[in-house]
């Protein structure tokens, strides 16, 4: 066995072996902000955004400005599937340039934010109903990074993610995402990274107006939002054929509940970059509180 393998296994032993009062340090370890922290979906889009200067990046930056400084944040990637739920426990998580086809620019970006063990401790303490991993081979997905680089280009606050069980149904992940509600009061910034509307398949690129489907959904999402009506957006399915185009699979929509699951009563949400790209890629982004 290779030596560097062989140590890092015996470290994990280790660790394991030290039991679940070393493994998880208390939440009251962790005071309580003077105010609790939004929560975001962002509409990621192309990963060019995190090099090029358009209408999306330019709002990321200006939120990214607008917010308190985190004391973490958690980002819940489309780009991270799982069976089963983990949560990235690595003290210096590597940027994954996981996408193909693209200017080397975009692969030499590298984001070199510290990781959040301690924080990913408390998740997997926090999360009750739902058996949470610590993973110690993930690193930060482009879902996350090239958002992340233009709302905190320092790259100074510690990030971390959790993973989407593929297993899951919608109301899983929408259940799961209510228990991380205390992370918003002991400074985490949550974030949701995907897309409302993301079909790949029905990209047009000498078009960018969005399809009659994809732009009909966009705003009837919208509206159930507006209205708090968060059961007709987890069971979206129901809305038929525009559903069906609009989210051929779910792994860019899930990101979404999370956020939404995180709303608390009387807290507003306001939404920004409200547009459809080359057909079918909604950049539709909101912000709860």
Request: charge should be neutral; aromatic fraction near 10%; include cysteine.
């Amino acid at each position: 066995m290779d030596r560097r393998l062989f140590v890092k296994n015996i470290g994990l032993t280790a660790l394991a072996m030290s039991g679940t009062h070393e493994l998880l340090k208390g939440l009251a370890e962790f005071p309580e902000q003077g105010e609790i922290l939004p929560a975001l979906f962002i509409g990621h889009g192309s990963p060019m955004n995190a090099i090029e200067n358009n209408e999306f990046s330019s709002n990321w930056a200006a939120i990214g400005k607008q917010l308190p400084k985190p004391k973490a944040i958690l980002c819940v990637s489309a780009h991270w599937e799982t069976k089963g739920t983990r949560v990235t426990a690595v003290a210096s998580p590597k940027t994954i340039h996981d996408f193909g086809g693209f200017p080397q620019a975009l692969f030499d970006m590298q984001y070199p934010a510290p990781g959040a063990p301690d924080y990913a401790k408390m998740t997997i303490e926090e999360v009750k109903k739902v058996h949470v991993e610590p993973d110690y081979e993930w690193g930060l997905d482009h879902g996350s990074w090239s958002v992340l680089c233009r709302m905190f280009p320092l790259a100074n606050v510690p990030v971390f993610q959790l993973s989407l069980d593929y297993t899951k149904p919608p109301q899983y992940h929408y259940d799961l995402a209510k228990e991380l509600q205390a992370l918003r009061k002991k400074g985490v910034l949550i974030i949701g990274s995907g897309n409302i509307v993301h079909n790949l398949r029905l990209i047009r690129f000498d078009n960018p107006a969005a399809f009659d489907w994809a732009q009909e959904f966009d705003l009837k999402i919208k509206l159930l939002i507006t209205s708090g009506s968060h059961d007709s957006i987890i069971h979206y399915e129901k809305m038929g054929t525009m559903a069906n185009l609009s989210v051929p699979s779910n792994e860019h929509y899930l990101p979404l509940l999370y956020i939404l699951a995180l709303q608390q009563k009387n807290e507003s949400v306001t939404f920004f970059n409200e547009k459809t790209m080359m057909g079918s890629i909604s950049m539709r982004s909101l912000k709860v509180g």
